[in-house]
């Protein structure tokens, strides 16, 4: 692969934070009302191929902070959870879209459904 394609995809990806929340039933005032997420995301996208399309996976897990940091081809993806974790809402967002050339910042949340 030529150098600058091989620098192009270095430079294209995501990094951000997961958090998880609520972690308690009831929220109050001074205390956290959301957590970092140590999970694995799994983003998939639909590559055309000449047969049919296809899916192409990549995972990375989280710090034990929440920090995340991957580098992916430009394109759009559907985002998940390897973890169950939650009974809401689930991961948001659930698309995300990569430039090339950037290493843009996406936070994502975990709804876990406590209420």
């Known amino acids: 692969m030529h150098a600058l394609a091989v620098a192009a995809i270095a430079l294209t990806g995501l990094h951000g934070t997961v958090v998880k929340g609520p972690i308690t039933p009831v ?3 001074g205390e956290p009302c959301s957590a970092p997420a140590q999970v694995t995301l799994v983003f998939r996208r639909t590559v055309v191929g000449p ?3 296809r899916y192409r996976f990549y995972w990375i897990r989280t710090s ?3 920090r995340y940091r991957v580098s992916l081809p430009a394109g759009y993806y559907t985002v998940t959870v390897q973890e169950g974790i ?3 809402r689930g991961l948001q967002p659930e698309r995300v879209h990569v430039r090339a050339g950037h290493f843009d910042r996406i936070d994502f949340r975990i709804d876990t459904g406590l209420r």
Do not use: E, L, P, V
């Open 27 to 29: 929220c109050r005032a």
């Open 51 to 53: 047969k049919a399309n």
């Open 64 to 66: 034990s902070t929440g």
């Open 86 to 88: 939650g009974i809401g």
